[in-house]
């Protein structure tokens, strides 16, 4: 399939029911975690919750329902809380980028100095369904295990944040997170061309065409069906993801 409108993505999240160490969740919670350059929308579609935030300008709780939609920008940390069967569509602008590392978990500073020790404590295991050695339990135990330090940060930042403020404690985190993705920008960047900005491209080609009175993209048109990846979903950073191949 070709790109998305705009180069997003979209996956379906069913949030995690592990219960959280800081009894945060009457039903679990997700992971938190930032995004360096991309920004991201929650549409709820079933359950009730909570999106807790912590950025620039403090921290803040967004009650979650059907029908409410919830975006984040870059430099916010968010965190989805899951109050009862909570689903939601996650509509993600520079489709891929989160996949190549624009995500990053809220771990303590020692899993933060390099890339090395960062992917260790973030990379899930592999191969749970193709290879015997790795179980679909295996990886959430990893899954939960991860999130499980994230929130162990994200506590810390938190604190920071009510004694210092919140962009004085967000400021070695923003640091470290940069250091971690520099070297995948020119990837991001190629990516990026190939996608989101070409799609921009192409529209602003198109407009100054109409502006001619031509329009010969019509001729173009077409349109495509792609269903969800089979199950099982795999795990994300806030659950169980349905996704579509695009």
Same mark, same amino acid.
């Given at each position: 399939?070709?790109?998305? =409108?705009?180069?997003?993505?979209?996956?379906?999240?069913?949030?995690? @029911? +592990? &219960?959280?160490?800081?009894? *945060?969740?009457?039903?679990?919670?997700?992971? =938190?975690?930032?995004?360096?350059?991309?920004?991201?929308?929650?549409?709820?579609?079933?359950?009730?919750? %909570?999106?807790?935030?912590?950025? =620039?300008?403090?921290?803040?709780?967004? #009650?979650?329902?059907?029908?409410?939609?919830?975006?984040?920008? &870059?430099?916010?940390?968010?965190?989805?809380?899951?109050?009862?069967?909570?689903?939601?569509? *996650?509509?993600?602008?520079?489709?891929?980028? &989160?996949?190549?590392?624009?995500?990053?978990?809220?771990?303590? &500073? #020692?899993?933060?100095? @390099?890339? !090395?020790?960062?992917?260790?404590?973030?990379?899930? =295991?592999?191969? !749970?369904?193709? /290879?015997?050695?790795?179980?679909?339990?295996?990886?959430? /135990?990893?899954?939960?295990?991860?999130?499980?330090?994230?929130?162990?940060?994200?506590?810390?930042?938190?604190? %920071?944040?009510?004694?210092?403020?919140?962009?004085? %404690?967000?400021?070695?985190?923003?640091?470290?997170?940069?250091?971690?993705?520099?070297?995948?920008?020119?990837? +991001?960047? @190629?990516? $990026?061309?190939?996608?989101?900005?070409?799609?921009?491209?192409?529209?602003?080609?198109?407009?100054?065409?109409?502006?001619?009175? %031509?329009?010969? /993209?019509?001729?173009?048109?077409? !349109?495509?069906?792609?269903?969800?990846?089979?199950? #099982?979903?795999?795990?994300?950073?806030?659950?169980?993801?349905?996704? $579509?191949?695009?």
């Amino acid at each position: 399939m070709t790109n998305l =409108p705009g180069g997003v993505s979209v996956s379906r999240l069913r949030v995690y @029911d +592990w &219960p959280a160490p800081d009894g *945060v969740g009457r039903s679990g919670s997700g992971t =938190p975690h930032v995004h360096i350059a991309s920004t991201e929308a929650y549409v709820v579609l079933s359950g009730t919750g %909570a999106l807790h935030t912590l950025g =620039p300008e403090g921290f803040a709780e967004h #009650p979650l329902r059907p029908g409410v939609v919830v975006t984040v920008q &870059p430099g916010v940390v968010h965190r989805a809380v899951n109050d009862g069967d909570l689903e939601m569509l *996650v509509v993600m602008s520079n489709a891929g980028l &989160p996949e190549m590392g624009d995500a990053v978990m809220t771990f303590p &500073p #020692p899993a933060l100095l @390099d890339v !090395a020790t960062y992917r260790e404590a973030a990379t899930l =295991p592999t191969g !749970a369904g193709a /290879h015997a050695d790795v179980t679909d339990e295996q990886v959430a /135990h990893a899954a939960r295990a991860r999130r499980d330090l994230a929130l162990q940060g994200y506590g810390q930042l938190r604190e %920071a944040a009510e004694a210092n403020g919140p962009r004085a %404690a967000l400021q070695p985190f923003y640091d470290a997170a940069v250091r971690l993705v520099r070297t995948s920008v020119p990837r +991001w960047q @190629d990516l $990026w061309g190939r996608t989101a900005f070409a799609e921009t491209d192409a529209t602003a080609g198109v407009l100054e065409g109409l502006m001619r009175g %031509a329009a010969p /993209h019509l001729q173009a048109g077409r !349109a495509e069906r792609v269903e969800s990846h089979p199950a #099982p979903r795999r795990y994300g950073l806030c659950g169980r993801l349905e996704t $579509w191949p695009a």
